[in-house]
Nanobody, 127 residues
Framework: QLQLVESGGDLVQPGGSLRLSCEIS????????LGWFRQAPGKEREGLSCISRSGRSTYYGDSVKDRFTISRENAKNTVYLQMDSLKPEDTGVYYCAAQVYPTYYYCSGYVSGYSHWGQGTQVTVSS
């Protein structure tokens, strides 16, 4: 049974950092590209970052570029999102997603590129 479970969400002050984790079970992680998405209240789900099967290709949305870092640890079946210099506008529910791809060097930054999703973890940036 495929399962994605996010953790690490919290209340943090502006300028602070958080590290999100997504533990994935029920699949061979090597075959999957992975992504992180965010949904703020009243807004559509937004692609933040993704990482290819090989880990060598990554994508970052403009709103998080140079502040967030995605990484994967296949041996632990986990993908991470390191978030630094957090802003109030980073507030939202953060989701991880997985999709099998035949190529090692591609990932999608779009919601439509993924068929497997976690339940989300809340991140609130506020003073």
């Amino acid at each position: 049974q495929l399962q994605l479970v996010e953790s690490g969400g919290d209340l943090v002050q502006p300028g602070g950092s958080l590290r999100l984790s997504c533990e994935i079970s029920g699949l061979t992680l090597d075959n999957y590209a992975l992504g992180w998405f965010r949904q703020a209240p009243g807004k559509e789900r937004e692609g933040l970052s993704c990482i290819s099967r090989s880990g060598r290709s990554t994508y970052y949305g403009d709103s998080v570029k140079d502040r967030f870092t995605i990484s994967r640890e296949n041996a632990k079946n986990t993908v991470y999102l390191q978030m630094d210099s957090l802003k109030p506008e980073d507030t939202g529910v953060y989701y991880c997603a997985a999709q099998v791809y035949p190529t090692y060097y591609y990932c999608s930054g779009y919601v439509s590129g993924y068929s497997h999703w976690g339940q989300g973890t809340q991140v609130t940036v506020s003073s």
